[in-house]
């Protein structure tokens, strides 16, 4: 496995062989430095050239001894991470032995992730699992096994624990419901990837009565690490990869570093055992509090929803680039103009993108259309998703009054996500 660096040694060693870290950490003295000295990594900088990993700057050396995933879920323009060998199994070990907190000894589990072009999360999980402290069995089914098969299966071998994204699950769910089929015998519902909200419980507890619902942990691919979960955490609750990662909540204006409980700011790692690839104070794009105070062993945090800057916006199995949307906005209407709204109605996610015309264009509506398509086009899942159920897309023309803007500084909200990430009640079964 990797070795895990203080904060000190990764800078020191970033410092030395990352062209990009040695600009970057330019004005940073040798030693006696806090996280808060470190500048925060803007992501269109970090990712620059990204598609020449010859040439990547970022990198510490070149890629010969790696596993390379794409980022960016289902969008065809995912960008590379990279890790070693040894740093995939640090990671996977890591995540295997927090993980066995969700599991028990005989567990039958489902892997229900995705994999294929390059996508990382199904071999995560598999790996992961390998490292769990308890016994347990994997079916090794992945996101694309036919709902009757799977079924059958989950009957046949006595599968009490279903480990996926949660709109599979809930596709996965509404198939069941449609054959009135239950299945008692589950009572783990295990997702990754996407936040479960409360409206969605109930759809679960139809067809899995007997399950409990709970995060399998909080990694990307690009960032690695960011949170265990364990059986006191709540929905969206997370604990501190202690000595893998250095986990920071950063006020979105001031860059302040919050430390008080319950204050919601952007959510920053720094990975201490990735030198190829290196994530110093890398914003994940998430918001969150903290739930314990300072100095608590293994502090809990809360996701709190995505930040109005994020580059990305998980919605169900897609990931949507704000810079991609950006560009096709900008080609097919000539609009600077536009804000993501989502919203969840149920289980079903709200997906608007909204979009300023020029003053006196009489083409608006052919304009909307154009932009829908052109999004479909990039954003394939856009039209799966619909079709299954588990989306309402619209594309839709608006003044610029009708833009959100941020509080207190007044600039435009690229994102605004309106789904309730609090902790979710209990449903009665």
């Known amino acids: 496995m990797n ?20 600009k970057h950490l330019e004005h940073l003295p040798p030693q006696g430095f806090t996280p808060g000295d470190i500048p925060l990594i803007d992501g269109n900088t970090y990712w620059a050239g990204s598609h020449d990993l010859a040439n990547w700057p970022v990198l510490t050396a070149p890629v010969d001894d790696a596993l390379l995933f794409k980022t960016g879920g289902t969008t065809s323009q995912g960008k590379l991470a990279i890790y070693t060998h040894a740093e995939w199994q640090t990671l996977v070990t890591a995540f295997g032995q927090s993980l ?12 229900m992730f995705f994999t294929g072009d390059l996508c990382a ?10 490292h769990v402290n308890v016994s347990i069995s994997e079916f090794p089914f992945t996101g694309n096994a036919d709902f009757p098969g799977l079924t059958a299966s989950i009957r046949d071998h006595r599968i009490n624990v279903l480990a996926g994204i949660p709109a599979q699950l809930l596709k996965f769910a ?35 009565p007997n399950a409990r619902v709970a ?45 008080e409980c319950n204050r919601v700011g952007l959510l920053v790692v720094t990975n201490l055992s990735r030198c190829l690839m290196p994530l110093l ?42 810079d991609e949307i950006h560009g096709i906005v900008q080609r097919v209407t000539g609009s600077e103009q536009w804000q993501i709204r989502i919203e969840q109605v149920e289980y079903i996610d709200q997906l608007s993108v909204n979009w300023v015309p ?50 207190r500084s007044g600039k435009q909200l690229r994102v605004l996500d309106l789904r309730v990430y609090a902790s979710a009640p209990e449903v009665e079964r």
């Open 358 to 407: 020029e003053t006196g264009s009489r083409t608006i509506e052919h304009l909307s259309d154009a932009l829908r398509d052109a999004l479909v086009a990039h954003y394939p899942a856009i039209s799966t998703l619909s079709h299954d159920g588990l989306l309402n897309f619209q594309v839709k023309s608006c003044n610029a009054t009708e833009l959100a803007l941020h509080p």
């Open 100 to 111: 066995s907190s969700q599991l028990s000894s005989g567990d039958r589990v489902a892997n």
């Open 174 to 208: 509404a198939y069941l419901t449609e054959h009135n089929c239950v299945l008692s015998d589950v009572d783990t519902l295990l997702y990754g990837g996407e936040s479960v909200f409360a409206g969605q419980l109930a759809i679960f507890a139809r067809v899995f």
């Open 281 to 322: 104070r890398y914003p994940v794009g998430d918001r969150a509090c903290w739930l314990d105070p300072v100095a608590s062993p293994r502090r809990k945090f809360a996701l709190r929803g995505r930040s109005a800057h994020s580059q990305r916006v998980r919605v169900g199995v897609m990931s949507l680039m704000t």
């Open 121 to 130: 999360s199904f071999l995560f999980i598999h790996d992961s699992l390998a």
């Open 3 to 22: 070795e895990l660096l203080t904060l000190e040694q990764l800078v020191q060693y970033i410092r030395e062989h990352s062209r990009f870290y040695n």
């Open 215 to 259: 995060s399998i942990g909080y990694a990307s691919v690009d960032a690695g690490l960011i949170g265990d979960s364990d059986r006191d955490c709540a929905l969206g609750e997370h604990r501190v990869f202690e000595k893998h990662t250095l986990l920071e909540i950063i006020d979105e204006q001031s860059g302040d570093i919050i430390e």
